[in-house]
């Protein structure tokens, strides 16, 4: 079973940036779809970036488009998200998923990571 370890949450102001990482502890994984969710507080979990790993073809949720950046490191099987102008809206436990579809249905991706919490204060 493929395990994802994300990394990098933590409590930032409005307008600052912050590096999320997710490594897997398998490889052969990543010949699918990665993804990056979020869950705020009393809301449901929403998409917010997938990648297909093997062509780099990247979607972004509207609320994140333009802020963030998913990107992937085929020699390290990790994963990263790049968030930019952060906004007390950001605040969420981000989670890295795996998927065999480019899909943003929560559903359909079948590993998942135990989540990293970022705060954004205004």
């Known amino acids: 079973q493929v395990q994802l370890v994300e990394s990098g949450g933590g409590l930032v102001q409005a307008g600052d940036s912050l590096r999320l990482s997710c490594v897997a502890s398998?490889?052969?994984?990543?010949?699918?779809?990665m993804g990056w969710f979020r869950q705020a507080p009393g809301k449901e979990r929403e998409f917010v970036a997938h990648?297909?790993?093997?062509?780099?073809?990247?979607y972004y949720a509207d609320s994140v488009k333009g802020r963030f950046t998913i990107s992937r490191d085929n020699a390290k099987s990790a994963l990263y998200l790049q968030m930019n102008n952060l906004k007390p809206e950001d605040t969420a436990v981000y989670y890295c998923?795996?998927?065999?579809?480019?899909?943003?249905?929560?559903?359909?991706?079948?590993?998942w990571g135990q989540g990293t919490q970022v705060t954004v204060s205004s």
């Open positions: 990648i297909m790993w093997t062509l780099g073809t990247t």
């Open positions: 398998e490889r052969t994984w990543r010949n699918v779809v």
């Open positions: 998923a795996g998927s065999r579809s480019f899909t943003t249905r929560e559903g359909e991706y079948d590993v």
